[in-house]
C-alpha cells in the first residue's frame, strides 16, 4: 500500500546548525509534498510544501528538496532556533486524495 | 495560512457516556474534511474523510457507528465518540481542504479526550 518513511525519527542539533530530515514516499502518482511542524499538545502546522512540478522551493530558513526520480524529498532548515524545536511530519497526497505521514520526527535544537 | 477551529480542546468524560467534537473552518469553505486520531508520540492515524453533504468514508479498521461523522455544512463537521471507553482516549485532530481543487489541507489545534 501507500507508504512514506521518514528519517531520523530524532534529531539534536546545536542552535545555528542546520537540521535535515528525509522522507521516501512509494506512490509514484503521489503529486504534492507538504511539511507540518506540530508542537506538544497542538495540531500540526504547514510550514511549506512543494508540488511535482518542482524540484526546489525555499522560504527564508526553511526549504525543501523534491527528486521525483528517487521518490524522496527533504526539509532543511537552516540557523536552526530553539523555537524550531518540534516534531516535524512529511506527508504525500495519495492518487484517492489522502495524505499518508510519515513516522514524525522529534527536533531539539540546543540553545 | 487558512484558519480551521477545533472545540473542545480538552474533554474529560465518564465511561459510556459519547462526546462530540466540533471542527469549523473560519474563512474558507471546506468541501473536504478528514479526521486524525493520534497516539503519544506517533503518527497521525486517518480515521475517516468527509464530504459535505454525503456519508463519511471510514479507514478499514475504524468503527463508524462507534466515532460518528457529520459534514452537514461547508464549514461545519463534527466526530461524536459513541458510548466513550478508556481506550478511545487520545487526541484527534481534523483538517480541511478548501474546494474540489484545493491541496493544502489545514489542521484544527486538536483535541485532547480522556475517559475514566
Known amino acids: 500500500g501507500e507508504n512514506v518513511e521518514q528519517h531520523p525519527s530524532t534529531l539534536s542539533v546545536q542552535e545555528g546548525d542546520s537540521a535535515v530530515i528525509k522522507c521516501t514516499y512509494s506512490d509514484s502518482a503521489s503529486n504534492y509534498f507538504p511539511w507540518y511542524k506540530q508542537e506538544l499538545g497542538k495540531g500540526p502546522q504547514l510550514i511549506i510544501d512543494i508540488r511535482s512540478n518542482v524540484g526546489e522551493k525555499k522560504d527564508q530558513r526553511i526549504a525543501v528538496t523534491l527528486n521525483k526520480t528517487a521518490k524522496h524529498f527533504s526539509l532543511h532548515i537552516t540557523e536552526t532556533q530553539p523555537e524550531d524545536s518540534a516534531v516535524y511530519f512529511c506527508a504525500a497526497k495519495s492518487q484517492g486524495g489522502k495524505l499518508i505521514f510519515g513516522q514524525g520526527t522529534e527536533l531539539s535544537v540546543k540553545p | 495560512g487558512a484558519v480551521v477551529s477545533q472545540h473542545p480542546s480538552r474533554v474529560i468524560c465518564k465511561s459510556g457516556t459519547s462526546v462530540k467534537i466540533e471542527c469549523r473552518s473560519l474563512?474558507?469553505?471546506?468541501?473536504?474534511m478528514f479526521w486524525y486520531r493520534q497516539f503519544p508520540k506517533q503518527s497521525l492515524m486517518l480515521m475517516a474523510t468527509s464530504n459535505e453533504g454525503s456519508k463519511a468514508t471510514y479507514e478499514q479498521g475504524v468503527e463508524k457507528d462507534k466515532f460518528l461523522i457529520n459534514h452537514a455544512s461547508l464549514t461545519l463537521s463534527t466526530l461524536t465518540v459513541t458510548s466513550a471507553h478508556p481506550e478511545d482516549s487520545s487526541f484527534y485532530i481534523c483538517?480541511?481542504?478548501?474546494?474540489?481543487?484545493?491541496?493544502?489541507?489545514?489542521f484544527g489545534q486538536g483535541t485532547r479526550l480522556t475517559v475514566v
Open positions: 483538517s480541511a481542504r478548501e474546494g474540489a481543487r484545493g491541496t493544502e489541507a489545514f
Open positions: 474563512d474558507f469553505q471546506a468541501t473536504t
